[in-house]
Every structure is written in C-alpha cells, then in structure tokens.
C-alpha cells in the first residue's frame, strides 16, 4: 500500500499553494507549519515572507485564507496576530486519515525511496573478558538505530567489532600452553555446552592468573611477547587456542545478548582480527598518497586542529616504531572493507563520546585519501556515561565496575516483583516471562528515552515504576487498551468519520497521525530518544482520552465503535515504536 500523508502535510501544502498564489514569488515557499497550543497547527512562515516582499504581513495572512477553502480537510482558519495562520482541521479528516493508516501494515509510514546500505557498528564487548554497564548503551542504542532504519527502508549491516586481537592474547595463551589442565571446560564436542557464566568464569580466572604471572616473571612476560609474534603469524598452534578464547567467549557474549532479548548473528561478528589481512596495504595506500608520513619510525597523520597539552599536533598513530598496528589502522582497514566489499553510503559507529577523538581523527583520515566522500558518509552517534544515583560513574559498593548481567538479574527481580503485585490471573511461569519483558525493557527505554550523547542515572526503582516516562507505563497503556478490545463482546474498531470527537479524541487522533514523520526525523538524525518521547506521549495522551471518553459504555454504537478504533490504532503504534526500541509489549500484565 502506498503511504499514507500525514495531516500536517496536507495542510501544509492547501497553505502553500494559496501563500503562492498570492504572493506569487514565494512559490514553494515553507508556510512553516508547526503543531499549536491555540489549534491544531499554526503557519508562522508568511510574516518572514511579507519582510521579504515588503508586503504588510496581516494583510497577506488575510488573502491567503481567502484562497483556502474549509470543508473536507480544514474545519477552520483564521489570522492571528500580527499574521500568524491558526488552522483547525475537521473531525472528518483525522479519522478518515487514521483509518488509512490503519489499513496498511505499516501503519502508512512511507519507505525512504533514496535509502542506502547503513552499516552500524555497536556492541562491542572484548574477549575474554566480562561485559560490564559500559557495554549496555552501544548495545541498546545501536540495536535500535538497526530497527528504525530498516524499517524506514534502508539497508543496514550489522557489525560486532569484538576485541579479539593483541597483547593480551600472547599472555594467555602462553599461560595456557604451559598450564593445560587451567582451562575446565564442558566442550561443545558432542557433551554438555558450558553455559555462558561458566565459560566467562573460566575465562575470567585464565585471565587473572595469567596477568599474575605476567607482571611477576619477566621470563614468562618475554614468552608471553614472542608469543603474540606467533599469534600475528598464524601459527598453527597458537592460532588454535587463541580460536577457543574467542569461541568460549561468544558463548558468554550471546547469553547476555539474549538476556538483553538482543539476536545477534554470527554472521555480523567481525572482530578487530577480521581485518588483520588489509592492515599492510591500508599502511601502504596511506604512506604512497602521503596521507600519512613516517615519524621516529611511526606511520602517522597529522592534524593542524589536534594538538596535545604541549601544544605541539598530536598525530594518529597507524603503525608503531616497531613495526606494530594500533586500533587506527584496523579502524581504517574496516573502513575499507565495508565501503568497498559492502556497498556502504553511511557508515554509524556507536561508542563511547570519550573516543570521539580518535574517531575524528579517523574519519578525516579516511576522507583525505578517498574511502570517505560525498557519497560516503561516516558518523559517531556518540554516547554518555551511566550513572549512579549518586551522579558518579555506576560502580559497585567496592569501587568495582558493575557487571551487566547482574544489572540485568536485578531489574527482572524488581520488575517480576511489580508484576506479581499486580498480576490478577497470571500463572507463575508467566509472571516470570512478563518479568523479564518488562524488566529489561525498562532498562533499555532508561537509556534510549535519554538522549544518546548525554550520561543518565542509572535507578531501578524509577525504571520499574508505573508512573511517569518509563517503558512500564507505556507496557501497562498497551495491556489496558487489550483488556478492552477483550471485553468489547460484539463490539468491533470501525472507523466513523461522520461522528464528532471530544478533545481528547482528537489530540490522540492528530498524534497518532504523526507517527510517520516522527519516525523519519528518528531515522535521519539518529535518535531514538526522538521515538521514546512520541510514545510516552502519546501513553499519556490515551490515558487523558481514557479518563474522559466512556468507551464500551459510550452513548451510541457508532461512538462505541469509533472509540474502539481509536483504541486499537494506539495499541498498535505503541507495540510498533516499542519494537523499533527492542522493548516488548505484553498483551497482559
């Protein structure tokens, strides 16, 4: 089906073309159309235009209604001030509108007709090593920049950037080599798969007693460096073990994915050692363009805006003095790749804003020797800091960083507590499966209702708590509206353009209508918080209508039906925008 225009554009464009012929130089003129306090929407555009055309500006505003006539679409118009547009348009129209968006799966949102492939690199754990609070929000928020764009119609391509290469491995997988009986283990060999906290347990104690020895015996530190040689090699051996801390710890990583109710293919992890193979020519391409130039030994590029507390440029490292390759050139290799080898228009990376830096500087790089240009753009969404209540960085009781599965452990404690308290015919196991639906979900709309680049406190009882802007109070507004469509009895939603709307109606009605554009603006400027906002309202919009207009129990059938409607279409913008959020919405709770 094709999509549906919105209100806003309809009247937009009646506006537009009077503003035209009346002022027949401002053809396709913005009338500036913004939704209104004093009506529905306001057109705040022709004063600007009446400067411009020396024109006295309520005079305008006066013709240009006369040159738009109300009926269908547009109830009433009139001139405000000193020639602001107040347009209120007819019952009619916001329900024969919603009823045409109701009859599309898509709710009428449009499919971007110039969508690219995005690809979006987000959650990023390392191997070997737990994922902790700071791995939350590049996980939730690149999670659901992948749903909206999809949804709007672009092609995205997930990438994992996992840390799976360096140093560190040398160290463990000598430790490992000289102390075999270490690593107990159920294999996936035909026994028992070992569950995802024992294979990071026994992850986590390899790591500890190999960083033991490492920073106490020199001899071994020497083999633990010769190792890493032998690791950069491909040797054989080497590269065996180094295969089994990576699939150990996939095992991990995709538990706490699930937990996070998160699929995560093993198809879109592509680690730091996917791209080990480029990193020579990466340097040589840069070196040969003289992008980047030798320094001390180093392979950098330098910045005449970056510059160190010394004041002197402080340049992007792409390959050590020693022969060695840093995160810039894996950075810029993947870069390569997924412009080249994955078609990518736009590349969105989701880490932390206290790399922006180095990502600045990457992008520039990669512009200056050609991966990057005008019909290839790259960006950062970059993301804040989660709090404690106290407004510190999240840290246990101890000063230690807090590990995410046992954040997530507790907000489906918390939330199946909130549930069984008010469950009335749930069974056990399903308080337990609501538990988990709005417990996490709670946890993912704290991040996403935020915006991205600024830090949030991180507190459960507001995250679980059934009023104000929380996923819970969103969840509980879809079940009511269920319980209803449930106790209508012959009752069915039907449109009724020819009924008339109480307030409440038709601010649900008009909000309703823009979902479309709202998820557009989502898309085009990532941010999802963006989304989280237009379905808290329009919570709260449904609870005022709720509070006011009698249902089941209104004055005529068509009433019934009308606000039955109304009910449904709600139901299933809240379930679609909460799904773009990777939140679920069940039918009870």
């Known amino acids: 089906m094709a999509s549906v225009p919105s209100l806003a554009s309809s009247v937009n464009q009646r506006v537009a073309d009077a503003l035209a012929s009346a002022l027949p130089e401002a053809g396709g003129a913005d009338p500036l159309l913004r939704r209104s306090d004093r009506a529905d929407f306001q057109a705040n555009g022709i004063l600007a235009l009446a400067k411009k055309a020396k024109a006295n500006p309520r005079e305008l505003a006066t013709t240009v209604v006369e040159g738009i006539p109300t009926g269908e679409l547009i109830q009433e118009i009139e001139v405000s001030g000193p020639g602001f547009l107040n347009i209120t348009v007819a019952d009619r129209a916001i329900i024969s509108t919603l009823a045409a968006r109701a009859a599309d799966d898509r709710l009428g949102v449009p499919l971007n007709a110039s969508a690219g492939t995005t690809v979006i ?13 700071g791995h939350l929000r590049s996980a939730v928020i690149g999670a659901a920049m992948v749903e909206i764009l999809e949804f709007t119609g672009e092609k995205v391509v997930r990438r994992h950037h996992i840390g799976d290469w360096g140093t560190q491995f040398g160290m463990l997988i000598q430790y490992l080599l000289e102390h075999p009986h270490e690593l107990d283990h159920k ?14 347990s026994n992850l986590n104690r390899l790591y500890k007693a190999s960083r033991a020895l490492f920073d106490s015996d020199e001899e071994f530190k020497t083999r633990a460096r010769a190792r890493v040689v032998d690791l950069q090699a491909g040797e054989p051996e080497t590269l065996a073990l180094w295969q089994r801390f990576v699939d150990e710890s996939k095992i991990y990583f995709y538990s706490v994915f699930n937990k996070l109710d998160m699929d995560i293919q093993d198809s879109d992890v592509v680690g730091e050692s996917g791209y080990n193979d480029m990193l020579v020519e990466t ?14 030994g180093a392979l950098c590029v ?12 402080t340049p992007l490292i792409v390959q050590k003095s020693d022969g060695g390759f840093g995160y810039a050139a894996t950075d810029l290799s993947a870069i390569r790749d997924r412009v080249t080898n994955l ?22 790089t990669a512009r200056r020797a050609g991966w990057l240009n005008d019909g290839v753009k790259a960006v950062q969404l970059a993301f804040g800091t989660v709090l404690g209540k106290d407004g510190k960085p999240f840290k246990t009781r101890e000063g230690e960083t807090v590990r995410l599965v046992d954040l997530l452990d507790e907000a489906i404690e918390r939330a199946s507590a909130v549930v069984r308290e008010k469950a009335q015919d749930l069974t056990e196991a399903e308080i337990a499966e609501r538990g988990a639906q709005v417990g996490i979900g709670a946890v993912k709309y704290a991040d996403l209702s935020t915006s991205a680049a600024r830090d949030y406190k991180f507190d459960l009882d507001q995250m679980v ?17 269920q319980s ?11 449109a009724h353009p020819e009924v008339a709307l109480a307030p409440t109606e038709r601010a649900l009605g008009l909000h309703l209508d823009g979902f479309g554009e709202l998820i557009a603006e989502a898309a085009a400027e990532h941010a999802p918080h963006k989304l989280a906002a237009y379905l808290y309202q329009l919570a709260s919009l449904y609870t005022s209508f709720y509070s006011e207009c009698p249902v089941l129990k ?11 409607f109304l009910c449904e279409l709600t139901a299933r913008t809240l379930s679609k925008g909460m799904s773009l959020l990777g939140i679920r919405t069940p039918e009870k709770l």
């Not at 209803?484 to 039907?494: C, Q, S, T, Y």
Request: aromatic content about 8%; some cysteine.
């Open 187 to 200: 294999s996936g060999d035909g026994d028992e798969q070992a569950s995802g906290e024992e294979a990071m």
């Open 302 to 313: 330098f910045f005449e805006d970056v510059k160190g507390p010394d004041g002197n440029p």
């Open 283 to 296: 340097c040589k391409l840069l070196e040969e363009s003289g992008v980047a130039v030798r320094s001390n």
């Open 343 to 364: 078609g990518a228009t736009e590349l969105i990376y989701v880490v932390d804003a206290r790399q922006s830096l180095h990502f600045k500087m990457v992008f520039e």
């Open 484 to 494: 209803i469509l449930r106790k209508a009895g012959d009752a069915r939603p039907v």
């Open 121 to 133: 690199d987000y959650a990023q754990p390392n191997v070997a090593k737990e994922m902790h609070v």
């Open 554 to 564: 209104a004055d005529t059938a068509e009433q019934v039906e009308n606000r039955l």
């Open 465 to 481: 708590s059934l009023n104000g802007d929380t996923s819970v109070y969103l969840q509980y507004a879809y079940a009511r509206i």
